[in-house]
């Protein structure tokens, strides 16, 4: 079956660059999704990606897309402590449309 | 607008005993769907609906069961608890469920839910 996994941790300096890594084993995989998940709350959507796009930006946020190695990264640039959560990784494919999440990463933000 | 709303936030059940959790969008979503998540194994899906009207099984739907009862609600219970069922339930929503991938999903606060 689908399958979806991250690396568990991450620990960085406030003002510094995050980079998030996912790999996914699904190739008809559609949509990839960031969800961010602060402490006693639901996952909140941050980005996403179409599978016929490498890569996409929205203000400190990227997320590239390697298609052909099933890597999907999320990088936060200037991470602030508020940054601190978990981020899932999570994709979307033609088999009924529903979703598949990783584990989560979680990233801890040094000040 | 509330987003997607679960209730309780908090149950402690003993082994055995029964209980629905409920959850509730206002965002007028076609699909909406129960998970699971547990340390280490990130979230599973337990049951999800379409469209109002229809249920599915997920990946892990033993010991559980949904109403979709109208577009707006969909509940997850519980008939006999079990230690293993201690986690942390999130109830989900999408706006369109169709083959090529769904909407991104809108989730709820949680329901924190101990058995002992």
């Known amino acids: 079956g689908e399958d979806v996994e991250q690396s568990l941790f991450l620990s960085v300096r406030e003002g510094d660059s995050s980079v998030i890594n996912c790999t996914y084993t699904d190739s008809s995989s559609t949509y990839l999704y960031w969800y961010k998940q602060e402490p006693g709350a639901g996952l909140q959507l941050l980005t996403y990606i179409f599978s016929n796009m490498d890569m996409k930006q929205d203000q400190r946020l990227t997320v590239l897309l390697n298609k052909k190695d099933k890597h999907l990264s999320l990088r936060i640039a200037d991470t602030q402590t508020g940054d601190s959560a978990i981020y899932f990784c999570a994709e979307s494919n033609t088999n009924a449309g529903k979703s598949t999440f990783g584990d989560g990463t979680t990233l801890t933000v040094k000040p | 607008n509330a987003g997607v709303t679960q209730t309780p936030k908090f149950q402690v059940l003993k082994t055995g005993q029964s209980m629905t959790l409920q959850c509730a969008q206002d965002m007028n979503h076609n699909s909406m769907y129960w998970y699971r998540q547990d340390p280490g194994m990130g979230l599973r899906l337990i049951y999800y609906?379409?469209?109002?009207?229809?249920?599915d099984k997920g990946e892990v739907p033993n010991g559980y069961n949904v109403s979709r009862l109208n577009k707006r609600e969909f509940s997850l219970r519980l008939e006999s608890a079990a230690p293993s069922q201690t986690s942390v339930y999130f109830c989900?929503?999408?706006?369109?469920?169709?083959?090529?991938?769904?909407?991104?999903?809108?989730f709820g606060n949680g329901t924190r839910l101990t058995v002992t």
């Open positions: 609906s379409a469209s109002e009207g229809t249920t």
């Open positions: 989900a929503s999408s706006e369109i469920f169709r083959q090529g991938g769904n909407s991104p999903l809108h």
